[in-house]
């Protein structure tokens, strides 16, 4: 009998473990934009990003996620081959950092922490989607030093420096070796703003506004040809930047359970 209580003990509480474990972990990879200054390229990914993240596995395919990703983003018009880009002649760089909110699906039955389960998998492909809140604050090169773009209004418009954006992507984990387990992934960010890289609509009459700086009118045109007129289109009219990381993490798993002696 006591023989048979520990069995039940065991498996029971085993998969108790398998069904509520904790992990952390690190992760470092590449971060990338698409915008008004890089429309075209969802595969551009131009500066390093690093973060942090806790998990709570809630059994073999569902998991919550909350990560902290900091980073940068950047995009210059004279590295384009558009001639109108080429023309228009901006650029901007931000530092960016991520609070996110995840909800991941693994689709195989993967459970880590080195546990054995009924059809479980060693590895398993995953996607993810939650919703992030981020800051950033673009600056750009001007007269041999760095300036912020948001105080200067370059649009007319005094935009925050923090914003809301939808998570969404996929990646593969797969487990190490008992408690250790390495997770690549790629993820897209929709940010709920426009202003990632300071571009989004139209050029101002600072003629009949007046500019929120000296400086404004030369940051906000800077077209070789001098065709910023008012009113012509400054950026690419979509309601939304994108911004994008890809990165490589290092987890560990804890699971802990303690069963009767005798």
Not at 14 to 36: K, P, R
Request: charged residues 20%; aromatic residues 14%; glycine residues 10%.
């Amino acid at each position: 009998m006591r023989r048979l209580i520990l069995i039940i003990c065991f498996f029971s509480q085993s998969f108790i473990a398998l069904s509520q474990t904790w992990e952390a972990g690190v992760s470092a990879g590449a971060a990338g934009y698409m915008g008004d200054l890089q429309p075209v390229k969802p595969y551009k990914f131009t500066d390093p990003v690093f973060g942090g993240l806790i998990k709570r596995n809630f059994n073999g395919h569902w998991s919550a996620k909350l990560g902290i990703m900091r980073g940068a983003i950047q995009g210059d018009d004279a590295k384009s081959r558009n001639a109108y880009q080429i023309d228009r002649n901006l650029h901007f760089r931000t530092a960016l950092t991520e609070l996110s909110l995840q909800a991941e699906l693994n689709l195989f039955n993967y459970l880590p922490g080195g546990l054995p389960g009924f059809g479980s998998r060693r590895f398993s492909p995953y996607i993810f989607a939650g919703a992030a809140a981020i800051s950033f604050n673009p600056v750009a090169d001007y007269n041999g030093s760095e300036i912020e773009l948001r105080p200067l209004q370059t649009e007319g418009v005094d935009y925050k420096k923090n914003a809301l954006s939808a998570v969404y992507g996929a990646g593969v984990k797969y487990n190490l070796k008992g408690n250790w387990n390495i997770i690549g992934e790629i993820g897209y960010r929709t940010a709920f703003t426009d202003y990632l890289d300071d571009v989004s609509g139209r050029y101002q009459d600072f003629a009949a506004n007046p500019p929120a700086s000296p400086v404004t009118p030369d940051l906000s045109d800077r077209s070789l040809s001098q065709s910023g007129a008012p009113g012509v289109q400054r950026g690419d009219f979509r309601p939304r930047d994108t911004y994008m990381f890809t990165a490589i993490s290092l987890t560990y798993t804890f699971v802990s359970f303690k069963c009767p002696t005798f």
